[in-house]
């Protein structure tokens, strides 16, 4: 099992970047899949990132891409989301989630069997 753990939120203005970190510890494989997602209030939890444990095959929801980077920090053991340009609408508590496998890259929530307990982001003026 994997056990992750997320930091990096916090308020910030609109037009400001941010970034999140995860670190995983457990059993990790390369073929695993690390992923954020994100729920904003009264919304349904949703995909926004993800990438396979081996730095790989990067995918990013419609919304976010061009302004969010996912990558992997090999020394630390995280899985980072540097997020720019950020929006009112990016306001949400982000998770951090693996899937034991590269199917998680299709996004649907119930592949992935490890979650982190989220941490907020507020964008506001």
């Known amino acids: 099992q994997v056990q992750l753990v997320e930091s990096g939120g916090g308020l910030v203005q609109p037009g400001g970047s941010l970034r999140l970190s995860c670190a995983a510890s457990?059993?990790?494989?390369?073929?695993?899949?690390m992923a954020w997602f994100r729920q904003a209030p009264g919304k349904e939890r949703e995909f926004v990132a993800g990438?396979?444990?081996?730095?790989?095959?990067?995918y990013y929801e419609d919304s976010v891409e061009g302004r969010f980077t996912i990558s992997k920090d090999n020394a630390m053991n995280t899985v980072n989301l540097q997020m720019a340009a950020l929006k009112p609408e990016d306001t949400a508590i982000y998770y951090c989630?693996?899937?034991?496998?590269?199917?998680?890259?299709?996004?649907?929530?119930?592949?992935?069997?490890?979650w982190g307990k989220g941490t907020q982001v507020t964008i506001s003026s």
């Open positions: 989630a693996s899937a034991p496998g590269p199917w998680g890259l299709r996004g649907s929530e119930a592949d992935f069997n490890a």
């Open positions: 457990g059993r990790t494989f390369n073929t695993m899949t």
């Open positions: 990438i396979l444990w081996s730095g790989s095959s990067l």
